[in-house]
């Protein structure tokens, strides 16, 4: 079964330490993954998407197929990245439209 | 462009009545899906659907629960006799398109359903 898995609730570092959020998945399949993140009072956006392979707002994620995982990087993190962060996951080509989300992380970077 | 709208923000009924949470998507936007975030919980795809036609219902629950996109009009999510556990944020997602290259959900603010 397609499953997201999330497991860090909450998340603390200090300000400009690297953190990590984690994210592991089962999938039968070819999936695409995301990252998606909700920052204060907002609403839900995407942040990056493992086939884009690029980096956005510093952060990074890496598809380790043989792990299954899609882990959120970033060396050096600001406060402003304080925010709920859900790794996402999308069938791939023929099962693009239903996404699976995890339980979410909230990170919190503390000054 | 004003992004997806949800309406209402929060909605408030009794066990046994029926609630209707509706979504516009995004201009341009013929693609919509609506989630379900239960507390502490991650967000449960239940169904997507585009205008006229319902393309997956897999994550529904068999009864109470129907969705609709009119050619005119908002998406509509109906649930009928609602119980307790039905409490929970409701998002809503368009897209332009399902194709591989733009794979992207716009989200609503979501709809808070409280359940007395």
């Known amino acids: 079964a397609q499953r997201v898995t999330q497991p860090e609730k909450l998340l603390s570092v200090f300000k400009g330490a690297p953190v990590e959020l984690k994210c592991n998945y089962s999938?039968?399949?070819?999936?695409?993954l995301f990252w998606y993140v909700q920052y204060s009072r907002q609403r839900l956006q995407l942040l990056l998407r493992?086939?884009s392979r690029e980096s956005i707002k510093g952060f990074t994620a890496d598809l380790n197929k043989g792990e299954t995982s899609f882990h959120l990087k970033k060396p050096f993190a600001q406060e402003e990245d304080s925010a709920m962060y859900y790794c996402?996951?999308?069938?791939?080509?023929?099962?693009?439209?239903?996404?699976?989300f995890g339980s979410g992380t909230k990170l919190n970077v503390k000054p | 462009n004003a992004g997806v709208m949800q309406n209402p923000r929060h909605l408030v009924r009794r066990r046994g009545q029926e609630a209707r949470l509706r979504c516009s998507p995004m201009?341009?936007?013929?693609?919509v899906y609506w989630y379900r975030q239960l507390p502490e919980e991650g967000l449960k795809f239940m169904v997507y659907?585009?205008?006229?036609?319902?393309?997956?219902e897999s994550g529904m629950p068999k009864e109470r629960f129907s969705a609709e996109f009119p050619k005119e009009g908002p998406s509509i999510l109906r649930i009928q006799q609602v119980v307790r556990g039905d409490s929970a944020a409701y998002f809503c997602?368009?897209?332009?398109?399902?194709?591989?290259?733009?794979?992207?959900?716009?989200f609503g603010p979501g709809t808070r359903l409280t359940v007395l």
């Open positions: 201009k341009g936007h013929s693609h």
């Open positions: 999938y039968s399949g070819s999936p695409e």
């Open positions: 997602a368009s897209s332009s398109s399902p194709g591989l290259a733009s794979n992207e959900q716009f």
């Open positions: 659907l585009q205008k006229e036609n319902i393309i997956d």
């Open positions: 493992h086939i």
């Open positions: 996402a996951l999308s069938g791939g080509r023929y099962n693009f439209n239903k996404f699976y």
